[in-house]
């Protein structure tokens, strides 16, 4: 219990800072729902929370080196489906903000450009749906590339969804998607190749 007691006192706390739902949603790796739960039960609920796994990486994100190696260790899967399937890279996407030290490492490792995508949870509260996920046009363009998006977690596959079907909008051809982490346990999302280092599964 004492670390469910520790998300919830987590999440009030950056929600007392100002973030959304999303924000604290990809800031504790669970999903919307989780972050909800933890917003409005209090410690002693016995009402059972959302079946979820947190995820907390920070070992690796707080070195460097390390996150520079797992990196790599990424690049190495995503080059194996790439090849299997045999396409290309031209564009890495990471999606805000977790995916983009990965991305930026794993667009240095494949000689490729990086885009970054602000999905639309990182904008808008969970009763207001009218933000809207974005490129920056500070980095690639993505029209008649061949991508590869990046993340850190996938929970839903929702972000991933989102992300998808913004740069098919935009004339990208999207040949695999890479995270460090999936709780899903799916192959593909929105008929992306899905590529993972672990997949994290409920037995109950």
Same mark, same amino acid.
């Given at each position: ?16 800072? =100002? ?21 409005t039960? &209090?410690?002693?609920s016995?009402?059972p ?9 920070s070992m690796? =994100?707080?070195s460097a080196?390390r996150l520079?190696?797992?990196?790599e260790?990424?690049?190495? &899967?995503?080059?194996?489906?790439l090849?299997s399937? !045999?396409c290309?890279? !031209?564009?890495?996407? =990471?999606?805000?903000l ?13 000689? &490729?450009?990086?885009?970054?995508y602000?999905?639309?949870k990182?904008?808008l ?5 009218k933000a809207?996920?974005n ?28 992300t ?14 890479a995270?460090?982490?999936?709780k899903? =346990? ?19």
């Amino acid at each position: 219990m004492k670390n469910i007691e520790t998300l919830m006192k987590k999440a009030t706390e950056l929600k007392a800072e =100002g973030l959304v739902e999303g924000q604290i949603s990809e800031e504790l790796n669970v999903s919307s729902e989780t972050v909800t739960w933890l917003l409005t039960h &209090a410690e002693t609920s016995s009402t059972p929370g959302p079946k979820d796994i947190s995820v907390n990486w920070s070992m690796i =994100g707080k070195s460097a080196f390390r996150l520079n190696h797992i990196s790599e260790a990424l690049s190495d &899967a995503i080059y194996e489906t790439l090849d299997s399937n !045999d396409c290309g890279v !031209d564009v890495v996407v =990471g999606i805000a903000l977790s995916g983009l030290p990965l991305a930026s490492i794993v667009a240095t490792d494949m000689g &490729a450009d990086l885009a970054v995508y602000t999905p639309s949870k990182q904008m808008l509260k969970m009763e207001s749906k009218k933000a809207r996920g974005n490129l920056s046009s500070n980095f690639s363009d993505v029209k008649d590339k061949e991508c590869i998006i990046i993340d850190d977690v996938v929970t839903s596959g929702q972000t991933l969804e989102e992300t998808v079907e913004y740069l098919d909008e935009r004339g990208a051809k999207i040949n695999a998607i890479a995270v460090l982490i999936d709780k899903k =346990g799916a192959d593909e999302i929105a008929g992306v190749p899905l590529v993972s280092l672990m997949k994290v599964m409920r037995v109950n």
